[in-house]
Each structure stands twice: as structure tokens, then as C-alpha cells.
């Protein structure tokens, strides 16, 4: 989470406008923006502030920012983020705003891996870019921009971050500046972080890793691959980490092996998470991916004895689905309302109930292999932990049966983890949110998986909705995050009792 000693001071001259209202969504209450036009901004004012962020947004206004009192803050320790133009024209270098026309979708490659480029790698590509009416959606590929500074030195004090694909100009640098530093990025192009719109969902993750450490462990992964692929992704993970077991677990109703990932002892008690049960909602399965590398690379994460669990992790439960884009697997189910639990109550209320209905949950409890696997998987490891991850609005759904204090405990730990880390938008076009788990659903009486679970006596079974279902991978790092957040809080939250039950503790 983000230090609580964080104060940010935005110098623009529009001080109302949509950029200052986002970081303060970000951190509430600690975002204070100046008119640098109409107020006066000497390094005493910005001195009383962990952070600055300089933006103009007019370039009549360039000559009122007192950008000089904005080096010597950064002299004397401060950190400040600016806008490329700005940051270009005090340091007399050449600044470009591109139309790209319909030549491609511009993007920066990762230039240099530090501490404000966390989440990717070297090489990774993001895309980053506006459209000239700022539209949040660009739905016109002809009327894309991007903005870069073409002749950047760099040197033992300034370092460029990422670079366009367009023109090889910087999109991202840092200067050290005295005892403090500079961040120079393109912070116009990119419009609000619209839900699906690949050139801005990013906006605010690299600032956010600048002002507060946003990213801890998520993790890019530069294409979204089919089924197949994604297992030979598994495979190669499993190979190299000789605690990890890839375990085949039998045929879907496409014929092709589910397959999950193993780690610990099987006589320690079992933590289950799936993900992609419908299999549309894929990003969470690279989640999913990338917890099995955490805890294969630091299984004392966080102080955390990991290795007193037995992690069961199936990444895709719906291979078909996952290929496809769909909901519903080969058969036209909906897996996660073709659990034994509560199947015969579940109505559905169309003219004729058939295959490919939205939630048509199939002609006989369990009937579909996959929910067969899972359930096989439950039945024999009894979880104490089962948690399913789906995309849609951030909210954490609960069985008809569960241990409250558990389930309390973990969701406190998963909002405190979060708090003021990312910034996106609601699903459905709605409105801009912290990324969080604030909400809780009333208890579900539904064929789930996680009604199943907790009808086999898992204490702590939950759903996980969150922003997802996109049609690439730019939202990767923030999704991978996610869940590895809330899978250690579960975990934390299942140790602790281990510790406890160990120690004679109720």
C-alpha cells in the first residue's frame, strides 16, 4: 500500500480538470492542485510536499510555470513528475507531438528496469497513446498521438525509461537532480484510463510506481496465448522450479487435458485457486501464473512460511472458453452454475432453455467433465482455502456457508493490500475507481464452485469479480497483482490459524 506520508502538489493550469480528479480518486485527500498560472509556486511552497507533478496543458501558459523553483525542490530531495513538454522546453531539448496517423498503434519499449518501470521487463512494449479528440475510446485508429523528446542524452544523471515505437524518442526518462530527481512522461497523450482502451489503461501505473510503489508483483506477459500455448507457458515454469508439479487432472469436453499446478505437501492443508471457469475471463489465469512463480522463487514472501500449505492452482477451467471467448464451454454450459449444490433450484427463465444461454447451467447436475475435475479435486483435498476468480465489478461473493471470522480477516487483509495502488474504470463504462474489494455480496445459494466447496466443508470459499475480460494484455500487471495480493492474504489468513492450531489456540 501506498505511504501514508504521501503528499502530492500538482502544478497545472487546470486545476479542475479530469487528470487532478483521477489522482485524487488515487490518494484521497493528500492531492492539492495549484493554478501555477495564478499562484505563486516558490521552492517554500513546493517544499512542504513529498511530490510534485507539473502539467500544462496550454502551451500560452509555459512562461507562468516557475519551473526553476521546480529543479531546485528536486535539488534539495524532492520528487517531482512532469509532463514532457514542460520538462523539454527547460532543458532546451526537442519536443515532438506525433499523429500517427493509420500506421500503427504507437507504444514505448521498456528501456531500463528500476523501481518506476516495476512490472515489466526489459524490451516489453506498452502501448501509450491519445486519440486527437480525446475520446477515451479510440475507435478511430487514424487519429492517434503520441508525444516524445527526440534528442535525450543520457548520461551518469539521466537515463531514458521506455522509448516510442514510433520514432524512438522518450516517452519515459529520469534525471537525478541533486539529492531528489525528475520523472519526465507523457502524461497528455494517454486520455482517462477507459476501461478497454489500450494506449491509456496505464496512465496512472507508472506515476502510481513513481509516487507510491504501485506494482509489487505483477507481471507483464506480452501476448495473450491460446490454450496450448498457455500450458507450455506452465511447463516451462514447472521446469525450471523442481517444487513445482504440473499435474494432468483429465479431459475437458474439448478432449484436451486441464491441467494444474502443485506445490507443498499434500498432507499440509490445501489452498485451491482457479481461475477462467469461464473462459472469457482469462487475464486472472496469468495471475494465477504468476503466483506459482512467486511462491516457487520466495516461499517466505512477506515473512510467510508457504511451504505449510499445499497449493493446488488451476490457472484455466475452461480450455474451450479460454480459446474462444466465451462463457460456456465446448458443450454451451456455463460451468459455474453446473455445480452439484443448489443445481435443480437454479431457474432458468427463458422461452427454451438451451446450450449457449448466457447461464444455462446444463442437462443434469455436473454433467460437463470440467466441473467433474473440480469437484474430484475438492472432494480429495478438502481446501481450506477455494477461491475462484472471475472479471466483471470488483466485489467478493460468499457461499451460503462459510466462517465469518475467516472470511472478515481475509477480506480486511485484501482491502488493505490494495488501497490506493491503481486506478481503472468500473466495468460497463462506469465510473473511475481505486482498484479494490470493498464489496461483499449477500450469501449465495448457487450451483459454484465455491458453493460446492463450502458444501465440503471449506471454511474460507470465495469468488474474486474483478476488471478483466479486455481484448489484449495491457492490463496485465495490474490484474497479476491482483490476485497474487489476494491469494497471499488468504494464505497469511490460513497460516495464521495453522500457527494457532499448532500452539492450542481456539
Not at 57 to 77: F, H, I, M
Not at 113 to 119: A, F, Q, S, Y
Not at 252 to 268: F, I, T
Request: glycine content about 8%.
Amino acid at each position: 500500500m501506498v505511504r501514508r506520508d504521501v503528499s502530492v502538489l500538482v502544478l497545472t493550469d487546470s486545476p479542475e480538470g479530469q487528470f487532478v480528479q483521477h489522482l485524487q480518486l488515487l490518494y484521497p485527500e493528500r492531492v492539492t492542485a495549484l493554478n501555477f498560472v495564478t499562484e505563486a509556486h516558490g521552492p517554500k511552497k513546493l517544499g512542504r510536499y513529498s511530490h510534485v507533478v507539473t502539467m500544462v496543458t496550454d502551451g500560452k501558459n509555459l512562461g507562468r510555470l516557475d519551473y526553476r523553483s521546480v529543479r531546485q525542490y528536486a535539488q534539495e530531495g524532492g520528487q517531482v513528475a512532469s509532463c514532457l513538454f514542460e520538462y523539454a522546453k527547460n532543458r532546451r531539448l526537442t519536443f515532438s507531438k506525433t499523429h500517427v496517423g493509420n500506421r500503427m498503434e504507437p507504444a514505448f519499449r521498456v528501456a531500463r528496469e528500476c523501481d518506476i518501470t516495476r512490472g515489466y521487463q526489459l524490451g516489453d512494449e506498452v502501448w501509450w497513446y491519445g486519440a486527437v479528440s480525446s475520446a477515451p475510446d479510440t475507435l478511430y485508429m487514424n487519429q492517434l498521438v503520441q508525444r516524445q523528446i527526440l534528442d535525450v542524452v543520457e548520461s551518469s544523471r539521466v537515463t531514458i525509461l521506455g522509448r516510442s515505437t514510433v520514432n524512438g524518442g522518450a516517452v519515459m526518462l529520469e534525471e537525478q537532480v541533486g539529492k531528489g530527481r525528475i520523472f519526465a512522461s507523457d502524461l497528455l497523450s494517454p486520455g482517462a484510463p477507459f476501461f478497454n482502451c489500450k494506449g491509456s489503461t496505464n496512465k496512472f501505473l507508472f506515476l502510481g510506481n513513481f509516487i507510491g510503489g504501485a506494482v509489487r508483483y505483477g507481471k507483464h506477459y506480452p501476448r495473450r496465448l491460446p490454450y496450448d500455448q498457455f500450458v507450455e507457458l506452465m511447463q516451462t515454469l514447472a521446469q525450471e522450479h523442481e517444487r513445482l508439479q504440473m499435474v494432468a487432472e483429465g479431459p475437458c469436453s474439448d478432449g484436451r487435458q486441464m491441467w494444474s499446478l502443485r506445490l507443498g505437501d499434500p498432507a499440509n492443508p490445501t489452498f485451491y485457486a482457479g481461475a477462467a471457469i469461464h473462459g472469457w475471463e482469462w487475464e486472472n489465469s496469468y495471475g494465477l501464473l504468476r503466483l506459482a512463480e512467486v511462491l516457487c522463487t520466495e516461499p517466505h514472501v512477506e515473512g510467510l512460511d508457504t511451504t505449510k500449505l499445499h497449493f493446488v492452482l488451476v490457472p484455466v477451467q475452461n480450455p474451450w472458453g479460454f480459446d474462444n471467448f466465451t462463457r460456456q464451454n465446448a458443450n454451451g454450459v456455463d460451468l459455474n452454475r453446473n455445480f452439484e449444490t443448489f443445481w435443480k433450484e437454479l431457474p432458468m427463465p427463458q422461452d427454451v432453455a438451451i446450450p449457449w444461454d448466457y447461464n444455462y447451467k446444463g442437462p443434469r447436475a455436473a454433467s460437463e467433465p470440467e466441473t467433474q475435475i473440480i469437484q474430484g479435486l475438492i472432494d480429495r483435498y478438502r481446501p481450506r482455502v477455494a477461491i475462484d476468480f472471475h472479471t466483471a465489478d470488483y466485489i467478493l461473493l460468499v457461499p451460503h456457508v462459510f466462517d465469518e471470522g475467516m472470511i472478515n480477516g481475509i477480506q480486511e487483509d485484501i482491502k488493505a493490500r490494495l488501497k490506493d495502488r491503481y486506478l481503472c474504470q468500473a466495468p460497463y463504462n462506469g465510473p473511475y475507481q481505486q482498484v479494490n474489494m470493498d464489496k461483499r455480496s449477500e450469501r449465495q445459494r448457487l450451483p459454484y464452485l465455491i458453493t460446492y466447496a463450502a458444501a465440503q466443508g471449506t471454511p474460507a470459499a470465495f469468488l474474486i469479480e474483478m476488471s478483466g475480460n479486455r481484448d489484449d494484455v495491457h492490463a496485465l500487471v495490474m490484474n497479476t497483482d491482483t490476485v497474487v495480493e489476494i491469494c497471499l492474504a488468504a494464505a497469511s489468513n490460513q497460516l495464521s490459524a495453522v500457527r494457532n492450531q499448532a500452539a492450542g489456540k481456539p
